[in-house]
C-alpha cells in the first residue's frame, strides 16, 4: 500500500478509505478537462478473437499476425510482442497445446483471461482483487478483456467527472471536467443511457452495489419520473401532442401529461408484442449478415416504435443506431447520414456535453457529409467532434491527429471550392 501510494502521489493522486465505497482514488492537484489522470498497462489481458476477427494478443492490432507455432491458438505482430510475452505465454502455451482442437476452441476468452491471472500470480507470487474492463478501441467498438488494479481503485458515479478510454490496450483516464484538489475520481461502469431505474438495476446485477451519485437520489422524484417516462416511457397517442404518458389510476390506461388523453394499456401491449417478435426476427437476420431483410425489419420496428414512442426515446434510439450500422454496411451514405442526424439530438439530451459517443456521433455525421460532398457540413461536425474527442481522447493520439487532419483537409476542399478559378 505504501509503494502504491508513493507511486500515485507522483501522479497528484492518493488512495483513501470511504466507509461506504471502500477504497477510492482521491486528487492531491487540480486537474483540468482533457489531463490524464491515471495511465496503465494491463496486469493481463486477452484479445476477443473469432475465426473471423484476430489480433495481435500483446498491443491488439490486426495487422501481420502469425500464429504461436507450439499452441496454434495465440497470435501475435511481431517478435517484440511475443517476446514481451514469451514469459507468461510459455505457461499458457503448454496448456493450451495440451488441449484437443475441438477443446481448444471452447477457451473463451473470459476462460482463457481468468487462466492468465492465476498463471500470473503463480509467476509473481501476488495476490490482487480488481474487475474486469472491456478494452474499445477509439470509437468504443470492443476488442478484448483487461484487469488493471489501480484503475479498479476508481469508483462509478452516473454523473462522473471522468472517463476511461484505450489506447491500445494501456488504460487511460482523463478529466471530462475541471476536478479540483481533494476530489474523488470517477468514472461511470455502465451505459448511463438511461433511467435511473435501469441504470440501478445494471449496477445491482453487475457490479452487487446501489449508486448513491446524485443522479440517482433523485429517483421517484417528479423529474425523475418525467425523465424516465420520456427515456423509456410511451408517447401520447395524438401526434400533434409530444406528451408524455403516465399510468392512470384504474391501472388499465395510461394518461398523457400534457393534454390528458388515455391511451389503454391493450394496445400499448400489442404493440410492444409486435416490436418483440419482430426484433427477435430481426436480430437473427442481422447476426446471419443478411443486411437488407435486417434493414426492412429494422426500419418496420422504428415505424412501430415511432408510434409507442417519444422522440427522445433511448428504445427508438437504439434502433436507429442499429439501422446506421446497417445503412453504412449496405454503403447507404445518404440514408445512413439521416439516421446519424437523428440519433444526435438525443444524445445531447441523454449525455453530459461531453461525452465520447456524443464526439463520435459528430465524428461519424462528418466523415458522411465529406464522403457525400456536403463539405461545409462535414467541417461543421468535425469541429463539434474536435472540441468533445480532444478532451475524452487527448489531442496526440493516432485517432485524434487523424480526425485533425480530416478537419484540415475539409477546410482546404472548402477554400479550394469558393476560390476564383484560374484558367
Known amino acids: 500500500m505504501e509503494d502504491l501510494q508513493s507511486a500515485l502521489s507522483g501522479r497528484g493522486l492518493t488512495v483513501s478509505t470511504h466507509p461506504e465505497k471502500g477504497r477510492c482514488l482521491v486528487s492531491i492537484r487540480d486537474f483540468s478537462p482533457g489531463d490524464v489522470i491515471i495511465s496503465q498497462e494491463p496486469y493481463a489481458s486477452v484479445p476477443n478473437n473469432s475465426s473471423v476477427d484476430v489480433k495481435c494478443d500483446g498491443c491488439f492490432t490486426s495487422s501481420n499476425l502469425k500464429k504461436c507455432s507450439a499452441c496454434q491458438a495465440v497470435w501475435y505482430c511481431g517478435s517484440m510482442c511475443q517476446k514481451l510475452e514469451w514469459k507468461l505465454h510459455r505457461l499458457e502455451c503448454q496448456a493450451l497445446a495440451g488441449l ?41 467498438r470492443p476488442l478484448g478483456t483487461g484487469l488493471y488494479p489501480v484503475v479498479s481503485i476508481i469508483n462509478h458515479s452516473c454523473l462522473p467527472n471522468s472517463v476511461l478510454v484505450f489506447e491500445g490496450n494501456e ?40 449508486c448513491t451519485c446524485s443522479r440517482c437520489m433523485k429517483v421517484g422524484l417528479d423529474d425523475d419520473i418525467q425523465e424516465s417516462a420520456i427515456l423509456e416511457g410511451y408517447r401520447c397517442k395524438d401526434d400533434k401532442c409530444n406528451g408524455f404518458l403516465l399510468r392512470d ?40 449478415g443478411n443486411y437488407p431483410e435486417a434493414c426492412a425489419m ?63 456521433q459528430h465524428y461519424t455525421s462528418g466523415k458522411l457529409e465529406w464522403l457525400l460532398g456536403d463539405t461545409e457540413d462535414a467541417i461543421k461536425s468535425f469541429a463539434k467532434a474536435v472540441d468533445i ?12 491527429k487523424d480526425l485533425l487532419i480530416k478537419l484540415e483537409e475539409a477546410r482546404a476542399e472548402a477554400a479550394y471550392k469558393l476560390s476564383p478559378y484560374e484558367g
Open 249 to 288: 389510476a384504474d391501472d388499465n390506461s395510461f394518461r398523457c401529461q400534457q393534454c390528458g388523453l388515455l391511451r389503454k394499456k391493450e394496445e400499448i401491449d400489442q404493440i410492444t408484442s409486435e416490436v418483440k417478435l419482430l426484433s427477435d426476427k430481426a436480430s437473427t437476420s442481422l447476426s446471419s
Open 100 to 140: 484437443s482442437k475441438n477443446r481448444r476452441k471452447s477457451v473463451t476468452p473470459s476462460i482463457r483471461l481468468m487462466m492468465r491471472l492465476y498463471l500470473k500470480r503463480k509467476l509473481q507470487s501476488e495476490q490482487l482483487a480488481c474487475n474486469a474492463h472491456t478494452i474499445c478501441d477509439s470509437e468504443l
Open 298 to 360: 429494422y426500419k418496420m420496428i422504428e415505424k412501430l416504435q415511432l408510434k409507442l414512442r417519444h422522440s427522445l426515446s433511448v428504445n427508438l434510439m437504439r434502433t436507429r443506431e442499429t439501422l446506421l450500422k446497417i445503412l453504412m454496411e449496405l454503403k447507404y451514405w445518404r440514408e445512413a447520414l439521416t439516421y446519424c442526424k437523428l440519433t444526435i439530438p438525443v444524445y445531447q439530451r441523454i449525455y453530459p456535453i461531453v461525452h465520447p459517443l456524443l464526439g463520435l
Open 171 to 210: 488504460a487511460v483516464v482523463r478529466a471530462m471536467e475541471p476536478i479540483p484538489k481533494g476530489t474523488e475520481v470517477l468514472i461511470s461502469y455502465i451505459e448511463t443511457a438511461g433511467s435511473t431505474a435501469t441504470r440501478l438495476k445494471a449496477l445491482k446485477e453487475q457490479y452487487l452495489f446501489t
Open 389 to 400: 474527442l480532444h478532451i475524452t481522447h487527448g489531442r496526440n493520439t493516432p485517432f485524434m
